[in-house]
């Protein structure tokens, strides 16, 4: 139709999906045809994404609004504790809206795999004297032992090693709270 080449034909039908999803006409050659497919495919697919992570982002705060009141009554007693060294300090996530800080910032499931609803885990941040998160560790309450801590995209920090001591020479701190 109106010489229109198609390269891609499955670039050419995921773009004809992006035109429907933003309910642009189908019928158009304006829209089905563009001079450069694969730029107009690129610029739909980022905008599409975009509201995708907006929704999303919406879906996950209706989330942390729930769920806040049931972590700060399950876990608020060890809010405040706070300990570290001359390279590291490691606190406690005070809120579910830091789950999903902590999530987003370290690139882990944290806060998507909820755990603010862990019964027996007690979830803290260890980061650098700049406030870089460095890792997230998890604490069992029950054992009052380290069931992980992860860095960056799950990967152990540089300073894994001095986090896992740390954590375990301060580890009265929360037993005595429990």
Same mark, same amino acid.
């Given at each position: 139709?109106?010489?229109?080449?198609?390269?891609?034909?499955?670039?050419?039908?995921?773009?004809?999906?992006?035109?429907?999803?933003?309910?642009?006409? /189908?019928?158009?050659?304006?829209?089905?045809?563009?001079?450069?497919?694969?730029?107009?495919?690129?610029?739909?697919?980022?905008?599409?994404?975009?509201? @995708?992570?907006?929704?999303?982002?919406?879906?996950?705060?209706?989330?942390?609004?729930?769920?806040?009141?049931?972590?700060?009554?399950?876990?608020?007693?060890?809010?405040?504790?706070?300990?570290?060294?001359?390279?590291?300090?490691? /606190?406690?996530?005070?809120?579910?809206?830091?789950?999903?800080?902590?999530?987003?910032?370290?690139?882990?499931?944290?806060?998507?795999?909820?755990?603010?609803?862990?019964?027996?885990?007690?979830?803290?941040?260890?980061?650098?004297?700049?406030?870089?998160?460095? @890792?997230?560790?998890?604490?069992? /309450?029950? /054992?009052?032992?380290?069931?992980?801590?992860?860095?960056?995209?799950?990967?152990?920090?540089?300073?894994?090693?001095?986090?896992?001591?740390?954590?375990?020479?301060?580890?009265?701190?929360?037993?005595?709270?429990?």
């Amino acid at each position: 139709r109106n010489g229109y080449k198609i390269a891609d034909a499955n670039i050419w039908f995921d773009h004809l999906q992006l035109l429907e999803y933003f309910h642009k006409d /189908t019928h158009s050659p304006k829209y089905v045809c563009p001079d450069d497919l694969l730029k107009v495919h690129a610029r739909l697919s980022l905008k599409k994404d975009r509201a @995708e992570m907006e929704k999303e982002l919406q879906s996950r705060i209706k989330t942390i609004d729930r769920s806040e009141p049931k972590y700060q009554k399950l876990r608020g007693k060890y809010f405040g504790i706070c300990f570290g060294n001359d390279d590291i300090i490691v /606190t406690v996530i005070t809120s579910v809206r830091g789950f999903f800080e902590e999530g987003s910032i370290m690139h882990h499931c944290v806060f998507s795999n909820r755990y603010y609803e862990k019964k027996d885990a007690l979830i803290l941040s260890a980061r650098d004297r700049n406030g870089n998160r460095l @890792e997230t560790v998890e604490v069992n /309450t029950r /054992t009052w032992m380290i069931e992980q801590s992860r860095g960056f995209m799950n990967n152990p920090s540089s300073a894994h090693d001095a986090i896992i001591e740390l954590v375990e020479q301060n580890m009265d701190l929360f037993k005595r709270v429990a």
